[in-house]
């Protein structure tokens, strides 16, 4: 197979997977936009978090949201990757083992009403698992990307977006893509009323309509 065609073969694979997911999910990722939406309006913010490749994309992530992905000129969605704070990471994976490393940082920064989104092609990783059972424990909300099925983590998951595949490469590219999708949805749900919360118009308590 020559290197054109073995382009060619992945990214038909990629496009598949993603119809795949739209045809299926679509309903899905509208609500949990929503849900992040009424959590920003009423004070709330965004901890995301992953391993490996999905830490990046938790990052890269809340890059968009707190700096603006189309309206640079907007106010800031409120957002943090539990991913980037070593000397936090490196204590609790010493001092209370790796399994902990996300959900003691949810315990820490979590408040009821807000958004935890949890990263994992595999769905099987110990810490995402134990931080969105942390989350659901204080009443986060909870979203997270997968692969097919959802593995340990459906269970905990309010919405589930898990990618139809079993291969690593595509669902991580379907994940930045359908996180790119998410960034431009909210700042569209979310326009004028950046404006307005950071005026003091709505509520400081995450979880209450303003």
């Known amino acids: 197979m020559s290197m054109q065609e ?6 038909a694979d990629l496009n598949r997977v993603l119809n795949d997911f739209f045809r299926t999910r679509s309903g899905v990722l ?3 936009a929503e849900a992040i939406a009424r959590s920003v309006r ?5 901890l995301v978090f992953g391993n490996g490749g999905s830490a990046a994309e938790a990052q890269h ?13 907007r106010p800031p969605i409120p957002a943090i990757a539990l991913t980037t704070d070593t000397s936090s990471l ?3 994976g010493n001092d209370r083992g790796f399994a902990l490393v996300f959900s003691r940082q949810v315990e820490a920064l979590g408040r009821p009403g807000d958004v935890a989104i949890a ?7 110990p810490n995402v698992v134990e931080a969105l ?9 909870t979203i997270a990307f997968t692969g097919e099925g959802g593995g340990a983590v459906a269970p905990f998951s309010d919405y589930l977006l898990d990618v139809p595949s079993r291969s690593t490469p595509r669902i991580q590219e379907a994940h930045l893509f359908i996180l790119h999708l998410l960034a431009e949805r909210l700042e569209k749900n979310l326009e004028g009323c950046l404006e307005a919360n950071n005026r003091g118009i709505f509520s400081s308590e995450p979880g209450s309509e303003a």
């Open 119 to 125: 990263l994992t092609t595999s769905g099987t990783s």
């Open 30 to 32: 509208e609500a949990a």
């Open 42 to 46: 009423a004070g709330g913010k965004v």
């Open 61 to 73: 992530f809340t890059a968009e949201l707190v700096n603006g992905m189309q309206h640079r000129g």
């Open 90 to 92: 490196t204590a609790i």
């Open 6 to 11: 073995s382009y060619g073969s992945t990214v």
């Open 133 to 141: 059972k942390t989350s659901r424990a204080k009443g986060l909300v």
